[in-house]
T-cell receptor, first 113, second 119 residues
Framework: AQSVAQPEDQVNVAEGNPLTVKCTYS??????LFWYVQYPNRGLQFLLK??????LVKGSYGFEAEFNKSQTSFHLKKPSALVSDSALYFC???????????FGSGTRLSIRP | DTGVSQNPRHKITKRGQNVTFRCDPI?????LYWYRQTLGQGPEFLTY????????KSRLLSDRFSAERPKGSFSTLEIQRTEQGDSAMYLC?????????????????FGQGTRLTVV
């Protein structure tokens, strides 16, 4: 079965430090991978995606993600965290451009001043 | 505003009543998704459409749930005989389908959701 796993329910980082939010996927074929962010009482906002090509993709708000096929991972990263990055982050995947998008359970990112 | 629009934003209903939600996708998008999200959890896939065709419905979805997209534009999600366990945020999203986006623009854009409370 297709699935997306986010092994950490919460990640705590000090402002200015680098952050990583982990995601692994179990999707057949060549996956399409996405990251979304959700702020309190707001809808999900698209951050970035991997379709093909360069394994390091850059997205909104200074975030980037690295696709690793051998480890079936798509970790979200940012070199220097901001307090305003505190939110709920979701990794998502589809196994083709024609298939549904499935989501992980989410990781709450908390950046302390 | 050309984003995904959902109505109503909030719905409180008594157990056993029927409710219907509406989603207006981004106009150029031919794919439309419905998800359900409970507090602190990831969106759970319910169903999706390519134009007016319903491509898949979650096997976890009760027969009390039905969705339509009759003209390939807006969509409705109906829940019959609501139960307290149906209380959740119902999210709609839209995207280009594979034919329109050529596989490059398949990210989904979400509406603000409809929060359902069954009392």
């Amino acid at each position: 079965a297709q699935s997306v796993a986010q092994p950490e329910d919460q990640v705590n980082v000090a402002e200015g430090n680098p952050l990583t939010v982990k995601c692994t996927y179990s999707v057949s074929g060549n996956p399409y991978l996405f990251w979304y962010v959700q702020y309190p009482n707001r809808g999900l906002q698209f951050l970035l995606k991997y379709i093909t090509g360069d394994n390091l993709v850059k997205g909104s708000y200074g975030f980037e993600a690295e696709f690793n096929k051998s480890q079936t991972s798509f970790h979200l990263k940012k070199p220097s965290a901001l307090v305003s990055d505190s939110a709920l982050y979701f990794c998502a995947a589809s196994y083709s451009s024609a298939s549904k998008i499935i989501f992980g359970s989410g990781t709450r990112l908390s950046i302390r001043p | 505003d050309t984003g995904v629009s959902q109505n109503p934003r909030h719905k409180i209903t008594k157990r056993g009543q029927n409710v219907t939600f509406r989603c207006d996708p981004i106009s150029e998008h031919n794919r439309l998704y419905w998800y359900r999200q409970t507090l602190g959890q990831g969106p759970e896939f319910l169903t999706y459409f390519q134009n007016e065709a319903q491509l898949e419905k979650s096997r976890l979805l009760s027969d009390r749930f039905s969705a339509e997209r009759p003209k390939g534009s807006f969509s409705t999600l109906e829940i019959q005989r609501t139960e307290q366990g149906d209380s959740a945020m119902y999210l709609c999203a839209s995207s280009f389908g594979p034919n329109r986006g050529k596989g490059q623009n398949t990210e989904a854009f979400f509406g603000q959701g409809t929060r359902l409370t069954v009392v």
